[in-house]
């Protein structure tokens, strides 16, 4: 059992037309690095934390968690999906629902890899867990999220304000065909 109920943790690679979705592997430590000391990749996330905080946090492998996907294009890491249950931290109304978080490398975004690793990690989660609704924040100002999320099919539920920023929450339905 995981925090996302009885789904058996890492399941088997999803593969899409051009990507992998794995669990991470030790191969992958430099990628996960630079995708957490990132400026660009934290505009909208509060900002990067020091390399040096990260390596020493990070010695060897990258543990693998429930929920935890490596987005991996020719058999390099380029980013990281995430699905865990939110807290109210967030906000009350993503509380106990699973939510959708992803970071790409800035060399991977333009290309549709998120789209469509997305589109996979929650097309596998509506089979893993049916029926059950997926919530995804971002800062209103972060346009590509926002684009992204409607291109999934996530629906308004909320505007509020957290990080001294407006953020947006969407809630996302397998029973509810994207528009």
Not at 156 to 173: D, R
Request: charged share 20%; net charge negative; aromatic share 8%.
């Amino acid at each position: 059992m995981t925090d996302l109920g009885p789904v058996a943790w890492p399941p088997a690679p999803i593969r899409t037309e051009r990507l992998v979705l794995r669990a991470p592997e030790a191969r992958d430590r430099a990628a996960f690095i630079e995708l957490l000391t990132s400026p660009e990749v934290h505009t909208y996330l509060g900002g990067s934390r020091p390399r040096d905080e990260i390596e020493r946090a990070m010695p060897g492998a990258p543990k693998p968690w429930p929920g935890n996907f490596v987005v991996d294009l020719d058999g390099a890491m380029i980013g990281q999906l995430v699905l865990r249950r939110a807290t109210e931290h967030l906000c009350p109304a993503a509380a106990g629902k699973v939510d959708l978080g992803y970071l790409f490398l800035p060399e991977a975004w333009g290309h549709g890899y998120a789209a469509e690793a997305c589109a996979a990690v929650l097309d596998w989660f509506a089979d893993a867990l049916p029926g059950e609704p997926v919530v995804l924040a971002t800062q209103t100002a972060n346009t590509r999220s926002m684009r992204l999320a409607e291109k999934l099919g996530f629906t308004e539920v909320e505007l509020f304000e957290a990080y001294g920023a407006e953020q947006w929450l969407g809630m996302w339905s397998p029973l509810t065909p994207p528009g």
